[in-house]
């Protein structure tokens, strides 16, 4: 054997078989996000608003345990020749941005006429946020509106708001995408973690209930109005806790 080969061997040990075997699992788990995409778009094709939400909900739920699973095993390490941050990238932005805007769309979340130019904004501004090296803090907050449409559409169905206000809002997120506003990922940032995921569980709790309770003739709101009323507190929290941050920043810096 040649010293070429020998360097080579010495080069590309060899990885436990379970330890890579866990790692392609998790980018599996991971790239099953396009699944929920794909029954969220078929929801959508239906005009079924809520089983669209709730299938981008499930989504969400696989985005948020990815991460930590993909740390854990240590994916980067034991499955090296494939990027999972690449992949959870082209995910969240069919989940996070896509699809929410074709609901917009869609399902006449704005006023007559502005459809196409409100899901056009929220497609483009939301490249910025997707393509931005300095997407996270050095606290793990993100720096910018995180292009989570999945979550305003959602507050828009839950809240009941009308077109103009939904336009409004979509108009002034888009701006906060390019503004370095603080905002939570829960899983993530350090500052009250328990009570941030006491609150995000209630949150996703009041929010699944709401949407699974609610119908074309009931309202979230009168569909159950204790679990409304924790969905608006905790909603409350974060974004207290997004304004604390932010505004406390400038002192710590």
């Not at 790239?31 to 078929?42: E, F, Y």
């Not at 946020?129 to 997407?135: K, S, W």
């Not at 559409?153 to 997120?173: H, K």
Request: aromatic share 14%; with cysteine.
């Amino acid at each position: 054997m040649s010293e070429a080969e020998q360097n080579g061997q010495r080069s590309t040990p060899r990885l436990p078989p379970a330890r890579v075997a866990a790692a392609w699992a998790v980018h599996a788990f991971t790239a099953s996000g396009v699944i929920t995409a794909l029954l969220a778009i078929a929801a959508l094709i239906g005009g079924d608003l809520r089983l669209a939400l709730l299938w981008l909900g499930a989504a969400l739920i696989i985005d948020g345990f990815d991460g930590p699973m993909a740390r854990k095993v240590r994916v980067s390490e034991y499955a090296p020749r494939f990027d999972g941050a690449v992949l959870d990238l082209v995910i969240d932005y069919l989940t996070y941005s896509v699809i929410p805007a074709l609901l917009i769309y869609r399902f006449g979340l704005v006023p007559p006429g502005w459809e196409i130019g409100a899901a056009a904004f929220i497609m483009t501004t939301s490249l910025y946020c997707f393509g931005n090296r300095e997407m996270k803090t050095h606290d793990n907050y993100f720096s910018g509106f995180p292009a989570t449409w999945n979550l305003v559409a959602l507050y828009f169905f839950v809240l009941g708001t009308g077109g103009w206000l939904n336009l409004a809002v979509i108009g002034l997120l888009g701006v906060l995408t390019f503004v370095p506003f603080k905002y939570i990922h829960p899983f993530r940032v350090g500052t009250l973690r328990p009570l941030t995921l006491a609150m995000t569980a209630l949150w996703a709790g009041a929010t699944l209930w709401l949407v699974l309770q609610s119908g074309p003739e009931l309202p979230p709101v009168e569909a159950s109005p204790a679990a409304f009323w924790a969905f608006i507190g905790s909603s409350v929290y974060f974004l207290g806790l997004c304004a604390w941050r932010t505004l406390a920043e400038p002192k710590s810096a």
